[in-house]
């Protein structure tokens, strides 16, 4: 799917409950913000991500803190791609989110989880916008020696909409690798990376997606 985005703002981290990254809502500061925290969807998506995950063999079952990027990217738009799974998606009526990592068996493995639930349709312009933003990211680099090439990741039959990216390249001058997906079910945007440093297997991925997809149903 190839779709269309500009980033329209991001949301401040407020902090970490039981390993979860909870993302400020109104309150934070925000008078354009139409959403309203939702005591329920939070305490949802909190258990959906605190809970032990049914992921792959070789991946711990407990949830660790929000993944963090280990560079900075020069473009916006592809520092808004990698967003949302650090607990920072785009605020615009954002009712509840959070953000976990899970670490892997192999070198430098890693996922990176966020789950945000929207008022209203506001989930689909933000993965439209989303899509635009990784179309419009070639190239990650930054200072160090990273540079990572951008490809897209075919994706099929994930939730109501999906997008996803292969970067592959060097992570400080060290071979890396960093799978990325955002889709969309129903309200909810869900964002998942990938990492490995000898490399990342598109099943493995493909695996993670389905059990990721199946915590925002649950």
């Known amino acids: 799917m190839k779709r269309g985005l500009r980033i329209t703002g991001l949301v401040v981290a407020c902090g970490l409950v039981s390993g979860l990254l909870i993302g400020c809502l109104v309150g934070c500061g925000n008078?354009?913000?139409?959403?309203?925290?939702?005591?329920?969807?939070?305490?949802?998506?909190?258990?959906?991500?605190g809970t032990p995950a049914r992921l792959p063999d070789g991946f711990a079952p407990r949830p660790q803190d929000a993944w963090r990027a280990p560079f900075t990217a020069a473009n916006r738009n592809c520092r808004a791609m990698f967003?949302?799974?650090?607990?920072?998606?785009?605020?615009?009526?954002?009712?509840?989110?959070?953000?976990?990592?899970?670490?892997?068996?192999?070198?430098?493995?890693?996922?990176?989880?966020?789950?945000?639930?929207?008022?209203?349709?506001?989930?689909?312009?933000?993965?439209?916008?989303?899509?635009?933003?990784?179309s419009e990211c070639r190239k990650v680099r930054s200072r160090g020696g990273?540079?990572?090439?951008?490809?897209?990741?075919?994706?099929?039959?994930?939730?109501?909409?999906?997008?996803?990216?292969?970067?592959?390249?060097?992570?400080?001058?060290?071979p890396y690798a960093v799978d990325v997906v955002l889709a969309r079910s129903g309200d909810t945007l869900v964002s998942l990376v990938h990492t490995g440093m000898a490399g990342v297997d598109r099943e493995r991925t493909r695996q993670l997606l389905t059990a990721v997809m199946g915590m925002a149903s649950a």
Request: glycine residues 14%; proline residues 4%.
């Open 83 to 134: 967003a949302p799974v650090g607990g920072q998606a785009p605020e615009r009526a954002l009712t509840a989110q959070a953000a976990v990592s899970y670490q892997g068996d192999e070198l430098g493995e890693q996922v990176g989880v966020g789950l945000a639930r929207y008022a209203g349709s506001e989930a689909e312009g933000h993965i439209d916008d989303l899509a635009t933003a990784l």
């Open 31 to 49: 008078e354009a913000t139409q959403g309203h925290a939702d005591p329920q969807a939070l305490a949802a998506l909190r258990g959906a991500l």
């Open 146 to 174: 990273t540079r990572l090439r951008l490809r897209e990741l075919p994706l099929q039959d994930v939730g109501d909409e999906a997008i996803g990216a292969e970067l592959r390249g060097k992570l400080n001058g060290y």
